[in-house]
């Protein structure tokens, strides 16, 4: 009922730029906060980026400076600008949304994830 698609993934060389888009569609009252997180072969899942409905942000300090996340609420989509590219921004980005529905008058929230997207630093 809820789909959370993430695009533009890609391979890139070290110093160049990405744009990541998620969008999530279905049965949405609301989302809260929206995140992008990454996996790298061997490595836990890392919270890189998020953002709350208010547009506060925060950012994991590897990528402070050089990602922005941003977010249209109409759109229910969220974005990760990634500039100055490194090696070991290598991994799977995963999108994250918290999503509250009301369904037979209950309200629900849950957190959604994408299936991820392979963004691949390397020259």
């Known amino acids: 009922q809820v789909q959370v698609v993430e695009s533009g993934g890609g391979l890139v060389q070290p110093g160049g730029s990405l744009r990541l888009s998620c969008a999530a569609s279905?049965?949405?009252?609301?989302?809260?906060?929206m995140g992008w997180y990454r996996q790298a072969p061997g490595k836990q899942r890392e919270l890189v980026a998020g953002?709350?409905?208010?547009?506060?942000?925060n950012y994991a300090n590897s990528v402070k400076d050089r990602f922005t996340i941003s977010r249209d609420n109409a759109k229910n989509t969220v974005y990760l600008q990634m500039n100055s590219l490194k090696p070991e921004d290598t991994a799977v980005y995963y999108c994250?949304?918290?999503?509250?529905?009301?369904?037979?008058?209950?309200?629900?929230?849950?957190?959604?994830w994408g299936q991820g997207t392979q963004v691949t630093v390397s020259s």
């Open positions: 953002i709350t409905s208010g547009d506060s942000t």
């Open positions: 994250n949304a918290d999503i509250r529905q009301l369904r037979n008058s209950r309200w629900y929230r849950r957190d959604y």
């Open positions: 279905g049965s949405i009252f609301s989302i809260n906060a």
